[in-house]
């Protein structure tokens, strides 16, 4: 297959997207929108020094600066339509989007009326085609029992499509032992659990979040590749990890694993967990900030050497590592291996 003809059958194929932060798919222009709102004047140049961060740090200050004009719920059902418009154009059908919950609670957003306008919004996305999940997370800054709090969030609302609680933000801030009681609270509330671990962190994190946690699915999880043993115990599991390259890239995370400067895509780890056995799904994390799209993902892998029947494995196994009724992911899987055959894929 020819590379256009590559590119144009990764965007036809049906897709899904499981690490997707909503805050992080604000594009520029939007932005100055949603400051002009709040009468704070932006300029698309002001954004676009923001998202220019070099490290993670950097990132994270990015991060808290554009949520800083998400203070209403009419702000988050805006930036909700524009995401699942830009999804659909990539053909996704599925997608799990993490919310900063715990950013709301701790600037005393009314939690309960910024998600209900997501849900319409959500409501309107499904009836084009594209099904959304929520995942609510909290930042491991913010402490313990702010993360017991958003996991109760979490619970009180998941009969309205909340789906999992997560734990991001600065993974080297509190030990996986401080929010074992917020993972408790969820569990027994019957959310799906996930952490980012192993995006700056090394391969102790990873571990702690599986061992300790009872992480389902791990975000990022590069500091496993330090740990041959760990990767056999993930490899073993099938405990997927969610790989975002260009974040990985452009928040210096890839620099950190490898052990400095000269961090490029083709030196990615993805390809070799892939190969080692590992569950590995492809996501953008924030895609505005990072100027992708999870077609972009599937080009980057491509440029990695994957082949195209890898590529389409790739894309399977998002779906069978979604979290989902098996009925429901019966059918997604039966529809993209339809479409991917039929696309030359398989």
């Given amino acids: 297959m020819t590379a256009p003809g590559l590119l144009r059958a990764l965007r036809a194929i049906p897709k899904a997207e499981l690490h997707l932060h909503l805050e992080g798919?604000?594009?520029?222009?939007?932005?100055?929108?949603?400051a002009a709102r709040h009468g704070v004047a932006v300029s698309p140049e002001d954004v676009a020094a923001r998202y220019?961060?070099?490290?993670?740090?950097?990132?994270?200050?990015?991060?808290?600066?554009v949520t800083s004009f998400l203070r209403l719920p009419d702000d988050y059902r805006l930036i909700a339509g524009e995401l699942f418009r830009h999804l659909r154009k990539q053909n996704v059908v599925y997608a799990e989007v993490t919310l900063s919950a715990g950013v709301m609670l701790r600037r005393n957003q009314n939690l309960a009326e910024n998600f209900f306008a997501l849900r319409e919004a959500s409501?309107?996305?499904?009836?084009?085609g594209l099904r959304v999940q929520w995942i609510f997370d909290t930042a491991r800054q913010f402490g313990p029992e702010a993360a017991v709090e958003t996991a109760n969030w979490a619970a009180r609302l998941a009969p309205e499509g909340v789906v999992a609680f997560g734990v991001g933000g600065d993974e080297l801030a509190l030990s996986a032992r401080e929010l074992l009681p917020a993972f408790e609270c969820a569990r027994d509330a019957g959310l799906r659990l996930l952490a980012h671990a192993g995006e700056i962190g090394g391969p102790e994190i990873v571990r702690e979040a599986v061992e300790v946690l009872g992480a389902e699915r791990i975000g990022h999880g590069l500091g496993a590749l330090h740990d041959p043993a760990l990767l056999d115990l993930l490899a073993e599991r099938g405990l997927p990890l969610e790989i975002c390259p260009t974040s990985n890239l452009r928040t210096g995370a890839l620099a950190r694993q490898l052990g400095g400067e000269g961090a490029r895509l083709d030196r990615h780890?993805?390809?070799?967990?892939?190969?080692?056995?590992?569950?590995?799904?492809?996501?953008?994390?924030?895609p505005a900030?990072?100027?992708t799209d999870l077609v972009a993902e599937y080009g980057a892998a491509a440029e990695m050497g994957f082949s195209s029947?890898?590529?389409a494995r790739l894309a399977e196994m998002s779906f069978a590592s979604a979290f989902l009724p098996e009925a429901d992911r019966e059918s997604y899987l039966a529809?993209?291996?339809?479409?991917?055959?039929a696309l030359g894929l398989l």
């Fill in 335 to 341: 529809s993209f291996h339809e479409r991917a055959a």
């Fill in 289 to 291: 900030m990072f100027e």
């Fill in 25 to 34: 798919s604000i594009a520029p222009e939007t932005v100055v929108r949603l």
């Fill in 123 to 128: 409501k309107e996305a499904a009836a084009e």
């Fill in 309 to 311: 029947a890898e590529l």
């Fill in 52 to 65: 220019r961060s070099t490290d993670f740090l950097g990132f994270l200050d990015s991060y808290k600066w």
């Fill in 269 to 286: 780890p993805l390809k070799a967990f892939f190969d080692r056995g590992l569950r590995v799904t492809l996501s953008t994390d924030d």
